[in-house]
Structures are given as structure tokens and as C-alpha cells.
């Protein structure tokens, strides 16, 4: 069962922040990196974990960074197929993630799409909200995983973002 969602917490911006500045003051600073995820949605419920979308050339540049960050306590890990991602845990439990997008891709990523729609539009991100909550009943009844139960719903609001932005449909999920 996914953890818990908690209600939001204005201090997320600031974690982020933080993390994104250890980020690049490991890695020699010339990334970017945007917060992500339930976290950056002010007023969402969500999962105490703060995501980040960082920029990379390609996946040679991964490979180098990833280094630097291993050497910090990062670990590479994630179901997610489609980018690379390195989890940052205390005491056992994930506090961060930071999902990898090479630059050609930067502007059609799904995450940061979702996350500029969700942040102009209060009635999809009330609607994601709820979503959320459905999907944790649904995986503590065994019915479905976290993932997968609220997926209907991002792909149907991506689906929208996307052709707003004359972008096409592609699946939102990658585990």
C-alpha cells in the first residue's frame, strides 16, 4: 500500500529548494531542475515526497552526474521505464525523487505538463485530488496499485494539456 497522502504542506516549496540546491551544488550547478509532482501543486493532498523533473544533454551526462549523486546517498531505482531516476530515502523512507529528462525531450514531459495544467486549472486539480484518494482505498482493498488506479484520470487530463499545447496522446504510464 502506498503511504499515506497527508494534507499540504506550504514548507514542500522550500524542500525542494533545498534539494535542488544540493543538487547542484554536487553536480557543478548547470542543471535544470523544476519541482514536480502533488508536492508543487499548492493545496493538493499528496504522498510526502518531493519530486523533481533535472534536465540532462543525454544519458552520457546521466552517467556522470549519477556518480556524484550515488556518492551523496542518492540510489538509482524506480518501476519507471522511460527515464532514468535516482531516490533519496532517510531512515528507510523515500523523501525524494529525482526523474531525468533528456533535453530533445524537456518540452513534451509528461510530468511537467500535468503539473503547469493542474497549477491553471483548480477544477482538474480537485479532480486529481479525489482521484488520488480513490486510488489509495482501491490499493488497500487489493483492487488495483496506487499507479495504476489514478492513471485513468492523468491520462485524461495529459490528454488534454497535450493538445492545448498542439502535442499528441501518448501513455502516461511508465512502470
Wanted: charged share 30%; net charge neutral.
Amino acid at each position: 500500500m502506498p503511504r499515506m497522502l497527508v494534507t499540504y504542506d506550504p514548507d514542500w516549496a522550500d524542500q525542494f529548494a533545498s534539494i535542488a540546491s544540493e543538487i547542484h551544488r554536487l553536480t557543478d550547478g548547470d542543471l535544470l531542475i523544476e519541482h514536480i509532482g502533488s508536492t508543487a501543486i499548492p493545496g493538493m493532498r499528496a504522498k510526502p515526497v518531493i519530486d523533481l523533473a533535472i534536465r540532462i544533454r543525454d544519458l552520457d551526462d546521466f552517467e556522470a552526474r549519477c556518480r556524484l549523486l550515488e556518492a551523496a546517498g542518492w540510489r538509482r531505482g524506480s518501476a519507471v521505464r522511460t527515464h532514468p531516476v535516482m531516490i533519496r530515502e532517510s531512515g528507510g523512507i523515500r523523501t525524494a525523487i529525482a526523474h531525468f529528462f533528456v533535453a530533445e525531450d524537456w518540452d513534451a514531459v509528461n510530468q511537467r505538463i500535468l503539473r503547469d495544467w493542474l497549477l491553471t486549472h483548480p477544477d482538474d486539480a480537485d479532480r486529481y485530488s479525489h482521484a488520488k484518494c480513490d486510488a489509495v482505498a482501491a490499493a488497500a482493498r487489493g483492487r488495483s496499485s496506487y499507479n495504476a488506479a489514478k492513471t485513468p484520470v492523468i491520462q485524461e487530463i495529459v490528454d488534454r494539456a497535450r493538445a492545448a499545447r498542439g502535442l499528441p496522446s501518448v501513455p502516461v504510464y511508465d512502470k
